[in-house]
């Protein structure tokens, strides 16, 4: 099955989802029933020049920003390929209200196991190791190399840059972003709209809010 799909955000991640997408298509070529995308192009509200650039380049249509699409009689299919969880979530309220639906893309390189559940909206990259009974929330991002434990919740509007892990038994409410190669170990809480830093080591919970960093972070 092939569905209209655009993707908000023409930065970094942006693009790493469009070649996500084309992996997923890539994947399914052959496979009977296989959900497939037919990626429409990306939306921007502030696409820089050299993002834009970039964008011609690997031959995806620029489409606008968000009003662009609020405003049209076409609703596809979206995916929020913003890092910031904040900015996210305002987007995709916008495009929720407007009767767009959110789709889920998991990068066929990524594992995803028994018991999961998997909201929509969410992004699992490349490399990314999710194990068994884990919850993942709406629009969570899970960047190439993620790894998420056992009986572990992530909250709606989770970012996990590249290589964080995450022990088992542990809650990551919304809003969270954990920095690139972070660790929250066993059965910690790490409060919404927390900030994680880049390698940081969680060893105790982190109230809402808060920026740690460091080992152990603080």
Request: hydrophobic share 45%; net charge negative; glycine share 14%.
């Amino acid at each position: 099955m092939r569905r209209h799909l655009i993707i908000v955000g023409g930065g970094g991640f942006g693009r790493e989802v469009c070649d996500l997408v084309a992996e997923i298509n890539q994947a399914a070529d052959g496979v009977d029933d296989a959900q497939t995308w037919k990626l429409i192009g990306v939306v921007d509200d502030r696409l820089s020049a050299i993002n834009s650039v970039r964008l011609v380049a690997a031959g995806v249509e620029q489409l606008g920003g968000v009003d662009d699409i609020v405003g049209q009689g076409e609703r596809p299919a979206y995916v929020v390929g913003i890092g910031s969880p904040g900015v996210r979530r305002q987007i995709a309220d916008r495009l929720d209200a407007a009767g767009l639906q959110a789709a889920t893309l998991i990068h066929p390189a990524a594992t995803v196991g028994s018991s999961c559940q998997v909201g929509v909206g969410t992004i699992v990259c490349a490399g990314a190791r999710v194990t068994t009974n884990v919850v993942l929330g709406r629009h969570v991002h899970l960047n190439p190399n993620v790894t998420v434990g056992h009986d572990t919740v992530l909250g709606d509007f989770v970012s996990a840059n590249p290589q964080a892990a995450v022990s088992g038994d542990c809650t990551v409410e919304d809003g969270v972003l954990l920095g690139a190669a972070s660790v929250v170990l066993q059965g910690l809480t790490v409060g919404t709209g927390a900030t994680v830093g880049a390698a940081a080591c969680v060893v105790r919970d982190v109230p809402p809010g808060v920026v740690v960093k460091g080992v152990p972070a603080r």
